[in-house]
């Protein structure tokens, strides 16, 4: 079964500019999580796309939004690029299980992430 | 608040010399704990799962247990390969009884030949 997968795999950017890096999750995987990793912070959840849906999300500011298509491929766009904004970004996915009226995840695959480096 | 936090930060073994990392926890209905491998540059791997307290899972040389405040990841005489960041993120309930997914920081370990 292939793995999760993210494109592109390095990316420089300057401030101001913007960015649109994607996400195929594994086949039959429909819950797709997107995290920001920087040495300094750790892995900082940003949102989490169910059926095309935003069903949780992180405190990042509205520069940063996201969208799933209906084959539960996932998009994030970070606008008004920052130098701070310069990080790796992971996509994971997920089995997700309805148990007595509630959304549980079972473990999430992570792919190898995006290199984000903001010039 | 929901918190998960890994103790230590770092850690240097000798190979074989066993040792345990720390996963301590305080959420609201937790739903799940995850440990995760990560290598440097790379996505995390997937590595345990654990449900309830009294829970034991093990792979190779790792073995993770699960009570009601913390989980252990103990590893048995270390190679170099075990080199990496451990990462444990705990599944949460929320207030309107969704889910969501908390990682803490990470142990870094290192494995000396």
């Known amino acids: 079964k292939a793995g999760v997968t993210q494109t592109p795999r390095y990316l420089i950017k300057t401030r101001g500019q913007q960015v649109t890096l994607s996400c195929s999750p594994i086949s039959g995987h429909r819950s797709v999580s997107w995290y920001q990793q920087t040495p300094g912070q750790g892995l900082q959840f940003l949102f989490e796309y169910f059926s095309e849906t935003q069903r949780n999300k992180g405190n990042f500011p509205g520069r940063f939004s996201g969208r799933q298509f209906s084959n539960s491929r996932s998009e994030m766009n970070v606008s008004t690029l920052e130098l701070g904004d310069s990080a790796l970004y992971l996509c994971?996915?997920?089995?997700?299980?309805?148990?007595?009226?509630?959304?549980?995840?079972?473990?999430?695959?992570f792919g190898p992430g995006t290199r984000l480096t903001v010039l | 608040e929901d918190q998960v936090t890994q103790s230590p930060e770092a850690l240097r073994l000798q190979e074989g010399e066993s040792s345990s990392l720390n996963c301590s926890y305080t959420v609201s209905g937790l739903r799940g704990l995850f440990w995760y491998r990560q290598d440097p540059g790379k996505g995390p791997e997937f590595l345990f799962t654990?449900?309830?307290a009294g829970e034991e899972k093990e792979k190779e040389r790792l073995k993770a247990t699960l009570t009601k405040k913390e989980s252990f990841l103990h590893i048995t005489a270390p190679k170099p390969e075990d080199s990496a960041t451990y990462l444990c993120?705990?599944?949460?309930?929320?207030?309107?009884?969704?889910?969501?997914?908390?990682f803490g920081s990470g142990t870094r370990l290192s494995i000396r030949p």
């Open positions: 993120a705990v599944q949460a309930r929320t207030r309107s009884s969704a889910s969501k997914i908390i």
């Open positions: 654990l449900y309830s």
């Open positions: 994971a996915s997920s089995l997700v299980r309805w148990t007595s009226g509630t959304f549980s995840y079972n473990e999430q695959f």
